[in-house]
T-cell receptor, first 110, second 115 residues
Framework: KQEVTQIPAALSVPEGENLVLNCSFT??????LQWFRQDPGKGLTSLLL?????REQTSGRLNASLDKSSGRSTLYIAASQPGDSATYLC?????????FGAGTQVVVTP | DVKVTQSSRYLVKRTGEKVFLECVQD?????MFWYRQDPGLGLRLIYF???????EKGDIPEGYSVSREKKERFSLILESASTNQTSMYLC??????????????FGPGTRLTVL
């Protein structure tokens, strides 16, 4: 069974610093790896999806990389802002079922 | 703009009541999912459906059932609500599993409290 781990569980950085969020998965037979953002009490918002054949995907200040052989994905957020404070989750799509990590709670202080 | 909507944002029910949570998507997606999210336990899959009238159990199906009579609508049913079913319920949808760009989209969630 696919297991997805996110370390660290929580992270606090000053505004302007770059954020690095890690996601690891045990089974490399995935279709896609998707990153989400969740604000308190809300649903999940899709940030980036990396297909299994891709190495990275970019959207604005966000860049996500994927290394299937080592079972890792990393989300980089450049020049963090207080509005980036949220919980970030990754999910591995294995045969149409998505296995989620527990998330990394990020606080960006002004 | 893609959309997944859920019938209620907040719901309060009594123990033993039958509860219906409705989810509708407008993206013509084949797959639909119901999760619950609890502090410290993360997202857990209750049921998913890959086609109309088709369903599969997820990791925690006990105490729940589902219905998918139309492609755009997926309902979660708590036959007899219990206090341990107090949780945030999240609905999601995605395209066909074999598609390369199979992105999952979520609704806003329903916070259910069972008294």
């Amino acid at each position: 069974k696919q297991e997805v781990t996110q370390i660290p569980a929580a992270l606090s950085v000053p505004e302007g610093e770059n954020l690095v969020l890690n996601c690891s998965f045990t089974d490399s037979a995935i279709y896609n790896l998707q990153w989400f953002r969740q604000d308190p009490g809300k649903g999940l918002t899709s940030l980036l999806l990396i297909q299994s054949s891709q190495r990275e995907q970019t959207s604005g200040r966000l860049n996500a990389s994927l290394d299937k052989s080592s079972g890792r994905s990393t989300l980089y957020i450049a020049a963090s802002q207080p509005g980036d404070s949220a919980t970030y989750l990754c999910a591995a799509d294995s045969w149409g079922k998505f296995q989620f990590g527990a998330g990394t709670q990020v606080v960006v202080t002004p | 703009d893609v959309k997944v909507t859920q019938s209620s944002r907040y719901l309060v029910k009594r123990t033993g009541e039958k509860v219906f949570l409705e989810c509708v998507q407008d993206m013509d997606h084949e797959n639909m999912f119901w999760y619950r999210q609890d502090p410290g336990l993360g997202l857990r899959l209750i049921y998913f459906s890959y086609d109309v009238k088709m369903k599969e159990k997820g990791d925690i199906p006990e105490g729940y059932s589902v219905s998918r009579e139309k492609k755009e609508r997926f309902s979660l049913i708590l036959e007899s609500a219990s206090t341990n079913q107090t949780s945030m319920y999240l609905c999601a949808s995605s395209g066909r599993s074999s598609e390369m760009n199979n992105e999952q989209f979520f609704g806003p969630g329903t916070r259910l409290t069972v008294l």
